[in-house]
């Protein structure tokens, strides 16, 4: 299932910043009666600052997916899989073969991104454990979906975890990604052009989120909701 909001108001490019585009999703998400109490869970680290405005207007809390792109070996931009905490992978199998990627090579890209994603995971979680999703619905936040491979691998963490429903949620994507994210029950986005391009064009300020400031923005949000 996929949500179409008509927003006549918002045209094309005009996110401020991540900040910009989490209220305005937060604010769409917020009208809903349909949600219960869901964990709302940033990809980090450019969906956390998304995530953060969403979880405010939910009141709900805010917690991370650790996820990352195995990028193809002679263009690292384009995803042709993800990676996810707890072992989780996603191979794009109808990408490899037309790229001349064997399983070999994507196995050893993979190994060496699974090395920065449990960096990451230390990171950002330490010693605390995964978020509880026995029940619960998991939406997924990320800043922009271009091929979907991030988005779901994080929604395999999430039904691993046990989420017994999986939304995936980002102020812009393309409507490709999103028939990709099949593992989702929904996929909510603000807008969706015929052609993408990079997420970055559809903000005014999209400069790198730092690990500092996704750690800031989780321990608000702990402390806020223990």
Request: with cysteine.
């Amino acid at each position: 299932m996929t949500d179409q909001p008509s927003y006549d108001w918002m045209p094309l490019r005009t996110f401020t910043d991540r900040d910009d585009a989490g209220t305005r999703l937060g604010e769409h998400l917020a009208r809903r009666d349909d949600l219960g109490e869901p964990m709302v869970l940033g990809l980090p680290r450019g969906g956390v600052p998304v995530a953060a405005r969403v979880a405010r207007a939910l009141r709900a809390p805010l917690d991370v997916i650790v996820v990352r792109k195995v990028g193809v070996p002679f263009q690292p931009e384009v995803a042709m899989g993800a990676i996810g905490e707890g072992g989780v992978r996603y191979v794009d199998t109808k990408l490899l073969p037309r790229i001349g990627v064997t399983e070999e090579e994507f196995a050893e890209a993979e190994a060496r991104e699974r090395i920065v994603l449990e960096e990451r995971v230390e990171r950002f979680r330490g010693a605390r454990g995964r978020p509880e999703l026995r029940g619960r619905t998991a939406l997924i936040v990320d800043d922009g979906i271009a091929t979907g491979a991030t988005a779901i691998a994080a929604c395999r963490v999430a039904r691993a975890l046990g989420a017994s429903r999986v939304i995936v949620a980002a102020p812009v994507a393309s409507p490709q990604a999103i028939a990709q994210i099949t593992d989702a029950d929904e996929v909510v986005c603000l807008l969706k052009p015929d052609y993408l391009g990079a997420v970055g064009a559809y903000y005014r300020h999209f400069d790198q989120t730092s690990d500092a400031e996704v750690v800031e923005l989780l321990e608000a949000a702990r402390a806020k909701h223990g």
